[in-house]
C-alpha cells in the first residue's frame, strides 16, 4: 500500500492518541446515526478520545478504509488498535468487553 497524505494523517493520529474515533460530522454535530451511536458509547463510558472528521476529504474518507481495511465508518482505534465499527463498539459496549479493553490497554475511563 503506498503512503499517502490521508494514510501518514491517520497514521499519527493513531500513534499519538490513545483513542481515535473516525467519524462522520464531529461528536457534537454527528452526521450519521452510526457516528452519534459510538459517540454516545464513548461518552458513557467516560473516556478521553480525538474525533476526526472524515467529511472534511475524499482523500480521508477513503484513506480510513484502506488503512484498517474495513469498509465502513464510523471506526474506534485504541493504543493503535482498530476495534471495529459501531455495531462492535455497541456489542462491546453491552457485554462490558469496551471496558474492559480500555482497563488493559491503560486507557483512563469514569
Known amino acids: ?25 464531529t461528536p457534537a454535530a454527528p452526521q450519521c446515526g452510526f457516528s452519534a451511536t459510538v459517540v454516545q458509547v464513548l461518552n458513557h463510558v467516560g473516556v478521553g478520545y480525538k474525533s ?20 465502513t465508518i464510523p471506526q474506534l482505534y485504541v ?3 482498530f476495534i471495529g465499527g459501531c455495531d462492535i463498539v455497541r456489542e462491546m459496549f453491552q457485554t462490558g468487553e469496551l471496558a474492559t479493553v480500555l482497563k488493559d490497554k491503560g486507557v483512563k475511563s469514569a
Open 1 to 25: 500500500m503506498t503512503q499517502t497524505p490521508a494514510h501518514e494523517r491517520i497514521a499519527k493520529d493513531v500513534a499519538e492518541n490513545d483513542v481515535v474515533l473516525f467519524m462522520k460530522g
Open 79 to 81: 493504543k493503535g488498535e
Open 52 to 71: 476526526v472528521n472524515v467529511l472534511e476529504s475524499v482523500e480521508l474518507r477513503q484513506g480510513i478504509k484502506e488503512f484498517s481495511s474495513w469498509p
